[in-house]
């Protein structure tokens, strides 16, 4: 079991969470000068041993999340109206936004580049992803830097961490499974994780890559994820009996 690492009362920056990570602050200084390719992995926070970030009373005097979707798009929409939703968010039309099915859960997916979401956030990969069977938005990624802009600098993609969180952290979330910071000791950070009063998802998951002596460091990768159903998604699997 991984043991998560928390950050007392979630005010710690990624900056300073980092130097006290894996990165010393030589590290960290050759590694804003540094880009390469870095492949993302996404953690729904199985196998971490999870910390409260917030204490009760604070959490209380918030109002609660509500985590529908993003921006214009709902879930539980149909293809048709995700594809009306982007249109109204951000002017694309059907002819730009890439459908693709996964080859294994089968759901359908809708990825359109969209730049700037936040201020120099740089070019960010937005993925409306609809269910196997029910073919209905279930989850919203959105990832920032390596493989998708391999201009933005590192220190934006820690800024727009470190905002998001701010952001997220303002409003109340369930007590239990709030994680702000936790570190997977693999890698990756947890910067923000929550749940709304209907088990609904917030994730924000940065790389913080390791490398050996003498090689360059690769660039961060940032995802923020919206997830109607994290303990059940809709995808597909092969039933006990079928083979």
């Known amino acids: 079991m991984i043991a998560a690492s928390l950050i007392a009362g979630g005010n710690e920056t990624l900056s300073h969470f980092l130097e006290k990570t894996s990165m010393s602050r030589n590290f960290l200084n050759k590694f804003f000068r540094y880009s390469a390719p870095v492949l993302l992995c996404f953690v729904l926070g199985g196998g971490i041993v999870e910390a409260q970030s917030d204490s009760s009373a ?7 999340a509500v985590v529908d979707g993003f921006r214009s798009a709902s879930f539980g929409m149909n293809e048709k109206d995700v594809l009306k939703a ?7 039309g059907k002819k730009n936004i890439e459908r693709l099915v996964h080859p294994t ?7 359109v580049a969209v730049s700037n979401l936040l201020p120099e956030s740089g070019q960010a990969q937005v993925i409306y992803s609809l269910g196997y069977q029910s073919k209905r938005l279930m989850n919203v990624n959105i990832l920032w830097g390596q493989p998708f802009d391999d201009t933005v600098k590192p220190q934006s993609l820690l800024d727009t961490a470190n905002a998001l ?3 997220f952290s303002r409003q109340r979330f369930d007590p239990d499974g709030l994680l702000i910071n936790a570190d997977l000791k ?8 929550g749940k709304d009063q209907k088990g609904r998802m917030v994730l924000i998951h940065l790389t913080n890559p390791t490398i050996k002596e003498g090689e360059a460091p690769p660039n961060l990768t940032l995802r923020l994820s919206y997830i109607a159903d994290p303990s059940a998604p809709d995808i597909f699997h092969i039933k006990k009996g079928d083979f």
């Open 58 to 64: 604070s959490q209380s005097a918030k109002a609660w």
């Open 86 to 92: 982007i249109s109204k968010d951000f002017g694309i």
């Open 105 to 111: 859960e089968k759901t359908t997916n809708l990825s």
């Open 165 to 167: 969180s701010s952001f």
């Open 186 to 193: 693999n890698g990756n950070i947890i910067v923000f994780r």
